[in-house]
């Protein structure tokens, strides 16, 4: 009902309690009278699948969910004890089950209503916009359990660099405590090379829309780490503003892991590149050999026929001993390949130093200056006396190679020092005295950047046909073997000075361990002589005849065998090459043993077999090629005393 007030003519409305019913049932929400024992007195709407019987009497909490009766309890004594409106949330009745959110305000009334005993009770369906708070808090619960679970780094950026956000589950990997990095650019904190590369990604990803990805490295507290890094703009931001999430991993196990499996991969092929030079090694050997045999004893026939006061004696006696070098490196080689131990032995590193000269001078050019200190007292070194002259003869190459076409002096220096701790300049070399060998000349030198490498095998600064880069390498090797150390200093355009050094010898109680054998005169045996190169029969069958035996040589070793079953007792020993081409002299060996049992053979080869090969025939002499008339005399009068004598017919 409207009327008109008096004074003012103000308008009053004036309700009737039909008109209120009305109201408060269309209500947008359930609105119940409670008493204070929480018992339902009025209501004005109820769910559709309950009755109005089944409500009034009842009390509130009969119809929520087990999880709300305490709070709804609390709630409603609170408003009727402290007189004000109390706001609580509970799960009740919606659709005939209990899986609706309700938003309840509880109101005291007072006593213009008639009575101030009761609360009124407005409860709104909150239940989609409570489900949706609940899901939402469910997804941050699974993108922080996601992040916990991550161990990358994860940061958000604006197109400026700035961080905005960081997440870090391994807080050692950030080069600085987050709550540092938030709000300054990736310019402040991250090196330059590093920061580049993060604001290119970002950059890269602004203009393309899609992920970019980096890699990056960088020194966090304590390490070097590697990290891939992935950038993706973030969408739909409300100010326009784009800004970028990036996810950093560290990948330096795997880096490192590569890096090993690289290097593995190298040495993999630097050794099978080994490999290949010892099979090489081992298919010349033979006719290297033979070569050097043939030397050696024509060199030897040649002094038998010359006075020993000709001036050509020297020089086949320089002849002679380039030869045995030779012969030993052949050794070497082999050895090498086959992953075999050098024979030492007491060596004077100034005896060595003075022949290495001897070489050196006739093959210098004039131009080129070969200057030897060697005149301070050293004791001698326990080494391979022919792996020392190696490493001598390779450094002084080196020296000559760096001084190209101009001329220059190449030193040669020899000293001694002593060590009393770890050594600085010669790393791996503990306290002692030490033989040092310094080789030094006026070339080219190398920068910087190339000393740290020039021991690396098949590394060269010669040009294509220069060299292969095994020289240093396997001078580095052999200084290394023999318990010493290397060192090199070199200034581009002034020269270069490797310094080696190896441990002195004992010096107490050292005897010679040489013996001079003496060739012995034959009585006229007779020899059988087989070897597949024609040179080696026509100069090994002079020496032989020299010795005074009687030699018959055959170059295959069919025709030899042949002759031996037509006459097996011609012959007191047989001097069998091992390496032949259609036949080898194992074989020969045990043929002759078969027709033969008792006679004598001698094995000859720059190769020999091993001991087990030997037994199983078995042959009890073997000779080394090259070999000397007094070697060969030795062996022969050795093989001949281990046999019975035979009559020949």
């Not at 708070?133 to 700035?162: C, K, N, W, Y």
């Not at 109680?509 to 012995?520: C, D, F, I, M, W």
Request: aromatic content about 6%; overall charge negative; glycine content about 8%.
């Amino acid at each position: 009902m409207l009327r008109e007030g008096g004074k003012g003519g103000k308008m009053s409305f004036k309700l009737s309690e039909s008109q209120l019913r009305v109201l408060v049932a269309n209500l947008p929400f359930f609105t119940v009278l409670v008493d204070r024992e929480r018992r339902f007195i009025w209501v004005n709407r109820l769910d559709s699948t309950l009755a109005l019987d089944q409500v009034l009497g009842k009390r509130v909490e009969d119809f929520a969910h087990p999880d709300s009766r305490a709070e709804i309890i609390d709630c409603i004594e609170r408003a009727f004890r402290e007189g004000a409106p109390v706001y609580y949330e509970s799960r009740g009745y919606g659709a005939g089950e209990l899986n609706a959110w309700f938003g309840n305000r509880v109101i005291p009334l007072g006593s213009a209503l008639g009575s101030s005993e009761r609360v009124l009770i407005l409860a709104s369906d909150e239940t989609a916009r409570i489900s949706a708070e609940q899901r939402l808090r469910h997804s941050v619960d699974q993108l922080e359990a996601t992040l916990q679970a991550i161990p990358d780094l994860l940061f958000e950026m604006d197109a400026s660099g700035v961080y905005l956000e960081v997440h870090a589950r391994q807080p050692e990997l950030l080069v600085a405590p987050a709550a540092e990095i938030i709000g300054r650019n990736v310019r402040e904190v991250l090196p330059p090379a590093a920061a580049a590369v993060v604001l290119d990604a970002i950059g890269e990803a602004a203009v393309s829309g899609t992920s970019v990805g980096r890699t990056y490295d960088l020194v966090v507290p304590g390490s070097q780490r590697w990290f891939d890094l992935s950038v993706a703009r973030k969408p739909n931001q409300p100010d326009g503003a784009p800004t970028f999430i990036l996810l950093s991993r560290d990948v330096t196990a795997s880096k490192k892991a590569e890096e090993t499996l690289r290097e593995r991969d190298e040495k993999l092929r630097q050794a099978q590149k080994l490999e290949a030079i010892g099979t090489l090694a081992r298919g010349i050997a033979h006719d290297f050999n033979n070569l050097l045999a043939a030397i050696v004893a024509n060199v030897e026939l040649a002094r038998g026929e010359v006075d020993p006061a000709h001036p050509i004696v020297e020089s086949l006696d320089a002849v002679a001993v380039a030869s045995w070098r030779a012969r030993d490196l052949v050794h070497q080689i082999l050895a090498f390949s086959r992953n075999q131990p050098t024979k030492r032995s007491l060596t004077s590193v100034r005896g060595v130093i003075e022949e290495v000269a001897m070489l050196l001078r006739a093959i210098l050019p004039a131009n080129v200056q070969l200057v030897t200190d060697v005149t301070g007292h050293v004791n001698d070194v326990l080494a391979d006396a022919t792996q020392l002259h190696q490493v001598i003869m390779n450094l002084a190459t080196n020296a000559r190679q760096a001084l190209g076409r101009d001329a220059g002096k190449i030193t040669i220096q020899l000293d001694a020092v002593t060590i009393d701790e770890v050594a600085p300049y010669a790393p791996g070399l503990g306290s002692g005295r030490y033989v040092r060998i310094q080789v030094s000349d006026p070339g080219k030198g190398m920068d910087a950047d190339t000393i740290p490498r020039i021991f690396d095998p098949f590394f060269t600064t010669k040009g294509i046909g220069g060299g292969i880069g095994l020289g240093l390498a396997v001078v580095h090797g052999i200084v290394a073997d023999h318990g010493g150390a290397m060192t090199v200093s070199s200034v581009v355009d002034q020269g270069t000075t490797f310094v080696v050094y190896l441990p002195e010898a004992a010096t107490e109680g050292r005897t010679s361990t040489a013996q001079r054998l003496v060739a012995r005169r034959s009585a006229g045996q007779r020899v059988l002589l087989i070897d597949d190169e024609d040179a080696l029969v026509h100069v090994a069958k002079r020496l032989i005849q020299r010795l005074g035996y009687e030699v018959t040589g055959y170059v295959h070793a069919a025709d030899a065998l042949e002759a031996f079953r037509a006459h097996p007792g011609d012959f007191d020993v047989a001097l069998v090459d091992q390496n032949m081409p259609s036949m080898s002299g194992m074989d020969v060996a045990r043929e002759l043993r078969r027709l033969r049992p008792e006679l004598p053979i001698v094995l000859v080869s720059g190769n020999l077999a091993t001991a087990e090969e030997l037994a199983a025939v078995p042959i009890r002499h073997c000779l080394e090629k090259p070999f000397t008339g007094e070697r060969l005399s030795a062996v022969l009068a050795s093989a001949l005393r281990s046999q019975p004598t035979v009559s020949r017919p």
